[in-house]
């Protein structure tokens, strides 16, 4: 009996071995259970739960199946989004319940794949295999692992970081901002808090206005001792000074902030810096735009940014020097330099790039805007998608410490788009003083003369031709001698801002180096330092 039953059962149990290696891989030759084992862990890398349905638990496999076919329809929908609406698509995931369900569903799915992976290991059975090639199957698959779970990891905790940060940054909720005259226009303040002063004190005060539809961006700054700056009509500070903050040569436009923090913070209830916001106004009336938001930067973290984005890359026209404590405050005279950044090609890190834009010893405090309008240039210019998304952890973190603004993160999506529309465009500038006003313009400003550079600029080339007043694109503003109105005749363009050679030597050829700087300082020889130092106004990103 036993030998009847052994020639009709071991024939079909072999003739299965054979025929269905996948699913029975017992007695396969050692070939096909390679082939086998580097074949199950491409399926579940390429189409997570086809190896369970071909070689395992078919239930497990199915149901695997089913996340897998519906995520690549949610990918697909979001890509399709990308292409047609890339804002809303934007607006979805930066705001705080799609995002923290995105970044537990990514942790999931990856925890899951992982599983897949591990279930598909003791689909191989490692037993069975040479062992020869067992340590590369195990190899392939902590590789794919890696690569596929350990990446969906990653993005999970990329996107938690992306999510704390708008959460710190940005406002929660807020009114939704239009364009104004077609533009949006951003203040950009840099804060200087040091411990010896009364609340924050913006020292940087710039405008950046980009078109909507076009992203053409221009950027005007405003200088911190501008005198009887304009609230605008809806501003609760024209009940305080309906004529104008002019209260004498304490009233510059960057004491506002302080004294609204300290004595008017009633007039803006709910308002979260009332101070920053009546900065805001103060800028809007002066400049006779709509102001919509405002970006408020921490110089004393601002370094930290510039590191993280791997330093800016600028050519400098002059020497600048890293300024040494203050010896004589009536008339601002330091003691020695700390050091200097030379004129030239220069990258710079985030501790040269905050002097660079901070440093006003030796010139007056328009060569400093200049600075700071082209280290603001060169971060524009830097900050692409590659570095993003290379130094994207960095960049988050110390945004959270150096980034304050009333921009609401509902709306990020349509700024971001902007910016990619105003990414690789060049920038037309604006001085509210020297070179394109009369140095003494900020203590006695014409705001009507103001508001039509203002607008004349805004309006780009197109607005009159035979004006001085408009600035073509990746041009500085045409030098005015004196804040009047514009001649009639056409003069020749002004030059691009990076159309300048670099100081670096004296008028008799010799090399400027720091020792030289810092022996005229030695002697007491400060009109030396001025007179070769007198270019580090003029400044070009690279």
């Not at 929908?77 to 047609?84: E, H």
């Not at 002066?286 to 408020?296: E, F, H, N, P, R």
């Not at 921490?298 to 203050?326: C, E, N, T």
């Not at 309006?459 to 030098?479: E, K, R, Y």
Request: hydrophobic content about 40%; aromatic content about 6%; charged content about 15%.
């Amino acid at each position: 009996m036993s030998n009847s039953y052994a020639p009709t059962h071991r024939p079909e149990q072999s003739g299965r071995v054979l025929s269905d290696p996948v699913r029975h891989p017992s007695g396969a030759p050692a070939p096909v259970l390679t082939k086998r084992a580097f074949v199950l862990i491409l399926m579940t890398l390429l189409v997570p739960g086809s190896a369970q349905v071909v070689a395992g638990k078919r239930r497990l496999g199915r149901a695997a199946l089913r996340v897998t076919f519906t995520v690549w329809a949610l990918a697909l929908l979001a890509v399709l989004l990308l292409l047609v609406s890339r804002s809303t698509l934007i607006n979805i995931l930066a705001g705080p319940v799609p995002s923290l369900l995105l970044v537990l569903g990514l942790a999931v799915l990856a925890i899951g794949w992982a599983a897949l992976f591990l279930n598909t290991l003791r689909l191989i059975r490692p037993g069975l295999l040479a062992p020869r090639i067992r340590p590369a199957v195990v190899l392939a698959l902590v590789l794919a692992m890696i690569l596929s779970s350990g990446s969906l990891g990653y993005a999970a905790y990329l996107l938690n970081v992306s999510r704390d940060a708008i959460g710190s940054i940005f406002s929660g909720s807020g009114p939704t901002l239009e364009p104004s005259d077609g533009r949006y226009n951003f203040l950009m303040m840099g804060g200087d808090a040091g411990a010896d002063r009364t609340g924050r004190r913006p020292d940087s005060l710039s405008v950046i206005s980009v078109d909507a539809k076009t992203g053409s961006t221009a950027i005007i700054s405003v200088p911190r001792n501008l005198q009887n700056a304009q609230f605008s009509a809806e501003s609760p500070m024209r009940q305080v000074y309906p004529e104008g903050y002019n209260c004498g040569d304490e009233c510059l436009i960057n004491a506002i902030n302080t004294e609204v923090t300290n004595e008017h913070k009633d007039l803006y209830p709910g308002v979260a810096d009332p101070g920053a916001q009546a900065t805001l106004e103060a800028v809007s009336g002066t400049l006779g735009i709509k102001v919509q938001a405002y970006v408020l930067v921490d110089m004393d973290g601002f370094s930290k940014l510039i590191d993280a984005m791997g330093g800016i890359r600028i050519k400098a026209g002059g020497w600048v020097p890293i300024s040494g404590p203050m010896v004589d405050e009536a008339h601002g005279i330091h003691g020695m330099p700390d050091g200097w950044i030379p004129a030239g090609d220069q990258k710079l890190d985030g501790f040269h790039a905050l002097w660079y834009g901070r440093s006003r010893e030796f010139v007056d405090d328009y060569a400093r805007i200049s600075r700071q309008q082209c280290v603001q240039q060169a971060m524009l210019k830097q900050l692409d998608p590659a570095t993003l998304l290379a130094k994207f952890e960095d960049i988050a973190k110390a945004g959270t410490k150096v980034v304050e603004s009333n921009i609401s993160s509902g709306q990020l999506g349509s700024f971001v788009d902007l910016a990619v529309k105003a990414k690789g465009q060049d920038v037309s500038r604006l001085t509210i003083g020297p070179p394109d006003f009369d140095a003494a313009f900020s203590t006695s400003p014409d705001f009507n003369i103001i508001h039509q550079r203002v607008a004349k600029l805004l309006a780009g080339p197109s607005a009159g031709a035979a004006d001085d007043t408009v600035l073509q694109p990746g041009m500085a503003a045409g030098p005015l001698a004196a804040a009047g109105p514009a001649p009639a005749t056409q003069p020749s363009p002004s030059p691009s801002p990076s159309d300048f050679t670099p100081v670096t030597t004296t008028p008799d050829g010799q090399p400027i180096t720091e020792e030289m700087l810092n022996q005229f300082k030695r002697n007491g020889d400060e009109q030396s330092i001025r007179d070769l130092v007198a270019t580090n106004g003029k400044c070009a990103p690279l």
